[in-house]
């Protein structure tokens, strides 16, 4: 499953509006509602580590894992730009979300911005699942996001243009989407173009991108021995709608 190949090295510009704060402020204050303050957490496909950061400023010991060395390398260029007195930094390590064993449990595990639409199958699923589970202390949570499929099938994919800047440096990303309605996919191809002082440089990649349905993912959870607590549309508390693309699920080891 290797993705974010070239695309990686402008994952930051692209997303740099994202609310990295906001999304770990929820996650964690939902992991506090449902009884436990973390003091240790293990962060699956943290990506350039933006969430990870965000819950470290919180005080909690952020373990990152993630399967692209470009992302990890950008992640640690960020972190080294802080002061070591300001917060104990995340840890970043390379690993494949399905099948990294750390030799240690955390009082949570996160999998953030589609980790879990990544996996294009129930058994790719079922391992990140199972890989939370095992790192997980008694009573530990998990929580996750995904792409809802009533919401997806209610609002199906376009064509999408974006466009950031940064100084001198301006990217334009196309995303053209492939629905492939059976399978429960997506395939999003991108074209991106990188304008520097240098000159003009492009790319294309295609990501394929898997939207879930509540009944799966409760049963893939039970699966992999949690049991599900709370589910909700992405940054509120209300069971997912039709209206919510995005959506989460909290699940007890």
Not at 115 to 139: C, F, I, W
Request: with cysteine; proline share 6%.
């Amino acid at each position: 499953m290797p993705v974010f190949k070239d695309y990686a090295r402008y994952y930051n510009l692209l997303y740099r509006d994202k609310d990295y704060a906001g999304e770990s402020a929820f996650v964690v204050n939902a992991l506090r509602r449902h009884g436990r303050e973390p003091k240790t957490l293990l962060d699956l496909g943290c990506g350039t580590g933006r969430h990870a950061l965000a819950m470290a400023r919180a005080g909690i010991a952020v373990t990152g894992v993630d399967m692209s060395e470009t992302m990890l390398a950008l992640g640690q260029a960020t972190l080294n730009a802080h002061s070591p007195a300001e917060f104990p930094p995340p840890d970043l390590r390379c690993g494949d979300a399905r099948a990294a064993r750390l030799g240690k449990t955390f009082d949570a595990v996160v999998s953030l911005f589609h980790v879990m639409s990544y996996q294009n199958t129930e058994d790719d699923a079922l391992a990140v699942m199972e890989t939370a589970r095992a790192h997980l202390k008694p009573g530990g949570l998990f929580l996750f996001d995904f792409w809802h499929g009533p919401g997806v099938l209610r609002d199906p994919p376009e064509r999408r243009e974006r466009n950031m800047e940064d100084g001198a440096t301006r990217v334009r990303r196309v995303a053209v989407p492939e629905h492939r309605v059976n399978d429960n996919l997506v395939i999003v191809n991108y074209s991106v173009t990188l304008t520097t002082p240098d000159g003009i440089s492009r790319l294309n990649e295609s990501h394929s991108m898997r939207y879930w349905f509540l009944p799966e993912l409760r049963r893939l959870a039970r699966q992999a021995g949690f049991a599900v607590l709370r589910e909700g549309g992405w940054m509120h508390d209300a069971p997912p709608s039709l209206a919510d693309w995005n959506a989460w699920m909290l699940a007890s080891a």
